[in-house]
């Protein structure tokens, strides 16, 4: 079976065997070029969901090994470890899934030192593979390449398809996360809400203010048993960089936790972002 990469709209024909090998070439070739334009990565490998899925042991698979090539042809100061997402999401109380919006990913990304990032999905028919792939520039999501990679489906890939990601449980929540969460749930199961200490507004991005954009952005976000914010997802975004900057400036925030019967408690709750020009 032939192995087909596209990028840049360019279509090239490799031979078995190549495969993430010729597509780890060519973005390295197409990074090394951005370094002539003063761009020098800092780069990160994402999971890649299986369509119509979530990540699962294959997505994580694929990755690591896309990770390791580039690691081969960029060397190692020019990469992000994949143990650094894993730690920074599994301390944020999120998981690889949540980094398939773009405004909890950038946020994520920037915080563990990335420019630059791949990313993509994966579809699995009778006997192929099929890779999409995005390398983008963090800071103004500008797109540098894609591809589309079509392997032979191997029985080992085939098997890991149907391994879900071993990924920590969820914490215990005295509210879960809901969209419809309001005062009144909160009274019936016997728990305060937390309330604001410290809570600054979140700044415009240049974009955002030059596009001249306004509206409001909705959060789910975790308030821990100590008043901290975390697993901070994205319900209504704005773009523009409006969601990163909600995401950042809550995890800011000090927060007096909610309480029931006396006792700190974690609980998920919704809040809002408003963006207005005066």
């Known amino acids: 079976m032939a192995i087909a990469l596209l990028l840049l709209a360019t279509p090239t024909a490799f031979a078995d065997g190549d495969s993430l090998d010729a597509l780890a070439d060519r973005l390295a070739e197409q990074l090394r070029a951005q370094r002539k334009k003063f761009f ?34 960029l060397g190692a100061n020019a990469m992000i470890e994949r143990k650094a997402l894993y730690d920074r999401l599994q301390a944020d109380l999120l998981s690889p899934d949540d980094l398939q919006d773009r405004g909890v990913a950038n946020w994520l990304f920037g915080e563990i030192g990335a420019n630059a990032v791949i990313s993509g999905h994966i579809v699995i028919s009778a006997d192929t593979l099929k890779v999409s792939v995005e390398l983008r520039r963090i800071a103004d999501d500008k797109r540098l390449a894609d591809a589309v990679l079509v392997l032979p489906l191997s029985e080992d890939w085939k098997a890991l398809s149907a391994e879900p990601l071993n990924w920590p449980s969820p914490p215990e929540l005295a509210v879960p996360c809901s969209t419809k969460e309001t005062q009144e749930n909160f009274k019936t199961r016997g728990v305060t809400q937390p309330t604001c200490i410290e809570c600054a507004l979140p700044e415009y991005t240049n974009t955002a203010r030059t596009a001249k954009i306004q509206g409001t952005a909705k959060m789910s976000v975790i308030v821990d048993e100590v008043g901290k914010a975390r697993s901070v997802r994205v319900i209504e ?38 963006f207005r020009f005066y």
């Open 40 to 73: 020098f990565p800092k780069l990160i490998v994402a999971d890649f969901p299986l369509l119509p899925g979530r990540v699962n042991a294959l997505s994580e698979s694929i990755a690591g090994q896309l990770s390791a090539l580039m690691t081969q042809r």
């Open 237 to 274: 975004g704005l773009g523009y960089g409006l969601d990163e900057r909600s995401i950042e400036t809550i995890h800011r925030w000090r927060l007096k936790p909610a309480l029931k019967d006396g006792k700190p408690v974690a609980v998920c709750v919704v809040i809002e972002t408003t």
